[in-house]
């Protein structure tokens, strides 16, 4: 099913919103409906296509949030200034329709057989394509390691609270805390990812998805800390969250 | 601007190539450097997109859509290689 999705050319399909989840106030996830959907890779993105009533079109990429086998589902982030982001984040009703091309990628797909130990690291809404990888990791029952360091700047920030609670995922809030607060309250930066990361000798692959800012001094840690260059994949998106 | 990266344009180079190229591998003609597509800085912000070497800055393609016709110069990659999808 995977092998079909990337063959031939993209076509743009109709996707109904099924379900919506409001994640934080900003955030919103989307289940979506597209008939003749091909089935997608963990890591894999779309482009989401709204047209106006003038004919004016916009298209915003979106990563995946479901793993291979499940309903297509993207996970948006309002940008105040935003064209396609506000109208997924606050208007969108079920029901509702709009145009997606998809599944978007080949580099920054995780496949359950290219070893490990897995490492993930996201900043913000940039934590969509790891929840995809985090579930196809657990269907797969991959024998690999695996751990999510997972940057927000508040506890009430966090995407996908309830699912990220586990001992897999290591949290930190750069700008406000919780009481009680017992996760990391800083920025992520080579001396954390030095406590966090897998060893650089247990041959790690790793996925790093968010702002721009913070997927460079991520990547550039890790190649710091001995990783492979070309075991860490990188995905950015912009200055704040489009993905 | 700040840049983006090749992932964001995989959906108009499926389009324009007619298959995955995220994956392609982009060498280029000013440094020499050679890596994924996705690895290249890319510039959405502008009339067009501009994709440029990470390494050196140096301009290795541009998209321009003029009225659903998209024009591509790879003028600045001295080799383009589009491997096999797995």
Not at chain 1, 180 to 202: C, F, N, Q, S
Request: proline letters at 6%.
């Amino acid at each position: 099913m995977a092998r079909a999705a990337v063959l031939g050319r993209l076509t743009w399909r109709v996707a109904t919103v099924i379900a919506v989840v409001d994640e934080t106030p900003r955030v919103r996830t989307l289940e979506l409906e597209v008939p003749g959907w091909p089935g997608h890779l963990a890591g894999q993105h779309v482009d989401v296509r709204l047209t106006a009533e003038d004919g004016y079109r916009a298209e915003r990429a979106y990563s995946l949030a479901s793993a291979p086998g499940e309903p297509p589902v993207i996970t948006v982030e309002r940008l105040e200034d935003g064209e396609v982001s506000p109208y997924l984040t606050q208007d969108v009703r079920p029901g509702d329709a709009f145009e997606v091309r998809g599944p978007i990628g080949g580099y920054f797909v995780w496949r359950p057989d290219e070893g490990g130990p897995l490492f993930l690291a996201a900043g913000g809404s940039g934590v969509a394509p790891m929840r995809a990888i985090l579930r196809h990791w657990r269907n797969s029952m991959s024998g690999v390691r695996v751990r999510l360091l997972y940057s927000s700047r508040t506890f009430e920030d966090i995407i996908y609270r309830a699912e990220l609670d586990g001992e897999k995922v290591v949290h930190t809030l750069t700008r406000a805390q919780p009481p009680g607060w017992t996760g990391y309250a800083r920025r992520v930066d080579a001396d954390l990812l030095r406590e966090v990361a897998w060893p650089a000798d247990d041959g790690p692959l790793a996925f790093v998805c968010g702002p721009t800012s913070f997927v460079e001094s991520v990547a550039a840690s890790l190649v710091g800390l001995g990783y492979t260059p070309g075991r860490i994949k990188t995905e950015r998106f912009g200055p704040t969250g489009g993905r | 601007m700040e840049a983006l990266d090749g992932n964001a344009i995989g959906g108009m180079l499926s389009h324009v190539f007619g298959r995955e190229m995220t994956m392609a591998q982009a060498e280029c003609g000013s440094c020499g450097a050679r890596g994924p597509l996705a690895e290249c800085e890319v510039y959405l912000g502008g009339p067009g997109v501009v994709v440029r070497c990470r390494a050196c800055q140096h301009i290795v393609m541009v998209f321009v859509e003029v009225r659903e016709m998209i024009c591509v110069d790879l003028g600045g990659l001295s080799d383009f290689e589009v491997l096999a999808w797995r």
